[in-house]
């Protein structure tokens, strides 16, 4: 069972340490890797919209059929303690029309759980506020040493919607 990601819309500047992967900041070169759903969705960085840096993750639905993609070692960041752990991340979606249904997997050890399987929404009807950048979090626990690594599935309910998603951050909560 999965959980609903939690839209937060005030934002402060607080800075602590970020264990995601640097390519997390979309800036360098990145292969997708399709896992399901090929050609249902074209995974890029661009630097079309950004929120942090040149450059953000561009997923544009070229169909209403899911995909899921991964990036293999891109994603790969290294637990530094044994606590909770926060992720956030902002997305921003062109079509204020269309409904995108997408999940954020965290694998810690290969392994996923329900609590790092974080299904993200984004509908007006749901909170979600077009033209701008929504920030989503949720906590997790995780051991120090321990690896991990995302993979994500798409859906949108129209064709050619695009999804810009950017500052994915994991600190640790101690």
């Not at 997923?59 to 059929?65: C, G, K, P, Q």
């Not at 995108?100 to 399987?117: G, P, Q, S, Y």
């Not at 984004?122 to 995302?150: E, H, I």
Request: proline share 1%; charged share 15%.
């Amino acid at each position: 069972m999965a959980i609903e990601a939690v839209i937060v819309q005030q934002q402060q500047a607080v800075y602590t340490d970020n264990i995601c992967n640097p390519y997390m900041t979309f800036n360098n070169a990145i292969t997708y890797d399709y896992t399901s759903g090929i050609g249902n969705a074209t995974v890029t960085n661009s630097a079309e919209k950004t929120l942090v840096g040149g450059k953000s993750m561009k997923i544009r639905a070229n169909n209403t059929s899911a995909c899921e993609f991964n990036a293999s070692d891109s994603f790969n960041f290294t637990v530094k303690s044994t606590d909770i752990h926060n992720l956030q991340f902002r997305a921003w979606k062109s079509d204020p029309d269309a409904i995108v249904n997408m999940v954020v997997k965290v694998f810690i050890n290969d392994a996923l759980t329900a609590e790092r399987t974080i299904n993200v929404t984004m509908d007006s009807a749901n909170g979600f506020q077009d033209d701008t950048w929504n920030l989503f979090t949720q906590s997790f626990g995780a051991v120090a040493n321990d690896v991990g690594s995302f993979a994500f599935s798409f859906q949108s309910d129209t064709a050619d919607t695009i999804v810009y998603l950017d500052a994915f951050k994991i600190d640790c909560n101690d």
